[in-house]
């Protein structure tokens, strides 16, 4: 791997992570927080909110009453350890389980518990659309389950995912709002969604939703999931008829004394990232925000503009493709998918490369948060028996970063701010 690559993997990419930790994040919105001295209540959810709850802790001290985190199951024991007032539940993500369901249920306990007199502090997060999973009847575990896993392989979008999950369960989409009983609410927002629309980051739980049973039944049709998942279209089909519950809309009087606060964003990731290659003497002469598409078509678009580039020269996008896996079975994720597309374009182009980054440190069911190639990526691939048209065709991209040495693994970070792609001529 060339020196550029090195750079990217070794210095680029823990200088991004380290600058969208989710509990410094929430620092520095500490002073949004009014000044009552007691009467405190904290939830946290998402993948970052061991990292937030923690601060909230240390900020907050005394002041919380309780709490409730739900986290990965590998963080369980950390967060445990920040405040015996706390309780800490084990979610998984991205295909909900019984844990799930628990951990839903135990959220609309917890939010409807506390008291008029009490200010509810909510830090949230993405991936806690999966953490909470409290199906509406007669739908089921199972049935959600399969429909994640059917929108996630589909190629939908975060905003068309979520629409659906909001309309097919309890907590999405604002209907936590309707649990509260008065008092106070303020919730603190680690944005993974592109443009930072609240009712979208985790399904908004708190946040007004504008979108309807109809525009579900819509997204399940457009991506051709109907026929799969008779059960969910019946729910969404009585919802469009009126016979199912909408949820809360703007304007509606259960959100009146809720504020959001956004902490960090992609945004954040972008400037760190271009704050990191500067330091390293490297001109920025492209930015781009909100970038989004097809994984495939992402990388190779990356991939012209790096083969264009002067020597000295970065380039840093922010945003999220999808891959739209279909019958595939391959093994990878959006970021591992970019990188091998990008390579195919830079064969043979002395002293470029490229990083795509997922700041959650986890790009689809794998070990890695994303890939980064050089000039000599796609040669080391073929010399270790991998074809990278063919592991592009069948999104197959792990196995083809692993045989030119191009997995990035970081680990997961506990934030999760969308990702950072990174081209650069060294």
């Not at 399969?146 to 369960?169: M, Q, Y």
Request: aromatic share 2%; glycine share 14%; hydrophobic share 40%.
């Amino acid at each position: 791997m060339n020196r550029a690559a090195a750079m990217l993997r070794e210095e680029i990419a823990p200088e991004v992570l380290r600058a969208c930790d989710a509990g410094e994040a929430l620092s520095r919105f500490a002073d949004r927080l009014p000044g009552e001295p007691h009467g405190l209540v904290l939830l946290a959810m998402g993948k970052g909110s061991s990292a937030m709850a923690a601060t909230g802790l240390r900020l907050w001290g005394e002041r919380v009453a309780r709490g409730l985190v739900v986290t990965r199951a590998e963080h369980v024991q950390d967060t445990e350890r920040a405040g015996g007032r706390v309780e800490v539940l084990a979610a998984d993500h991205p295909i909900p389980s019984l844990r799930n369901v628990e951990a839903a249920h135990a959220v609309e306990r917890f939010v409807g518990e506390a008291g008029g007199h009490e200010r509810l502090v909510v830090l949230l997060s993405g991936g806690a659309s999966a953490q909470l999973s409290a199906p509406r009847e007669p739908l089921a575990l199972d049935d959600m389950a399969g429909l994640t896993e059917a929108l996630l392989r589909s190629g939908a979008t975060i905003n068309e995912i979520n629409c659906v999950r909001k309309h097919c369960e309890r907590v999405k989409g604002g209907q936590l709002a309707r649990v509260r009983v008065g008092g106070a609410t303020s919730v603190f927002v680690l944005s993974d969604v592109l443009g930072d629309p609240l009712d979208v980051i985790s399904s908004g739980p708190l946040a007004p939703d504008p979108t309807t049973f109809s525009d579900a039944v819509r997204v399940m049709e457009r991506h051709g999931l109907g026929g799969d998942h008779a059960d969910v279209m019946a729910l969404l089909r009585r919802g469009v008829r009126g016979e199912e519950i909408e949820t809360p809309k703007p304007g509606d009087r259960v959100f009146a004394s809720v504020e959001h606060h956004v902490v960090a964003s992609n945004v954040l990731a972008v400037e760190a990232a271009c704050e990191a290659l500067r330091r390293r003497g490297l001109r920025i002469v492209g930015v781009e925000q909100r970038v989004q598409g097809e994984a495939g078509v992402v990388g190779a678009r990356l991939g012209e503009v790096v083969r264009g580039l002067p020597t000295g020269a970065a380039v840093v996008w922010g945003g999220e493709s999808t891959v739209h896996v279909g019958a595939s079975h391959g093994k990878g994720g959006r970021n591992q998918e970019l990188a091998v597309a990008a390579a195919t374009v830079i064969e043979g182009v002395p002293g470029a490369a490229v990083m795509s980054l997922a700041t959650d440190g986890v790009d689809g069911p794998t070990d890695a948060a994303g890939g980064v190639v050089d000039g000599q990526s796609v040669a080391r691939m073929r010399a270790n028996g991998v074809d990278p048209e063919e592991a592009l065709r069948n999104h197959d991209s792990y196995p083809a970063l692993e045989a030119c040495g191009g997995l990035l693994r970081t680990g997961a970070s506990g934030t999760n701010v969308n990702d950072v792609m990174v081209g650069v001529r060294h």
